[in-house]
């Protein structure tokens, strides 16, 4: 059973940063994309970022990602993705869920438990 694990939320005043890590059991190359969605609260689960093995692109992002305020990388060796965010805004509050999804399917495969992100002064 493939587990994923997050951490590294937590409460941060407006304008500050955090770090989301997702360590993935197993081994990253068995899946077509490692990433993030999110949910506030009231509202669906809307996609983040993800790295991507193959294809046109090694990652895929949300608006946030391609301004530059949300970076998300990879550290193949101890099969972890991670999710930089800057400059973060009330907005930005939501539980964070990593997913790794498995070639040839179309939505995620597996889901971590989500790590809560709280953006408040």
């Known amino acids: 059973q493939v587990q994923l694990m997050e951490s590294g939320g937590g409460l941060v005043q407006p304008g500050g940063s955090l770090r989301l890590s997702c360590v993935v059991s197993?081994?990253?190359?068995?899946?077509?994309?490692v990433g993030w969605y999110r949910q506030a609260p009231g509202q669906q689960r809307e996609f983040v970022a993800a790295?991507?093995?193959?294809?046109?692109?090694?990652?895929?992002g949300n608006e946030d990602i391609r301004r530059g305020r949300f970076t998300i990388s990879r550290d193949n060796a101890k099969n972890t993705v991670f999710l930089q965010m800057n400059s973060m805004k009330p907005e930005d509050t939501a539980v964070y869920y990593c997913?790794?999804?498995?070639?040839?399917?179309?939505?995620?495969?597996?889901w971590g438990q989500g790590t809560q992100v709280t953006v408040s002064s």
């Open positions: 790295v991507m093995s193959g294809g046109w692109s090694d990652t895929e």
């Open positions: 197993g081994s990253m190359s068995d899946f077509a994309a």
């Open positions: 997913y790794a999804r498995r070639t040839g399917e179309s939505r995620p495969t597996y």
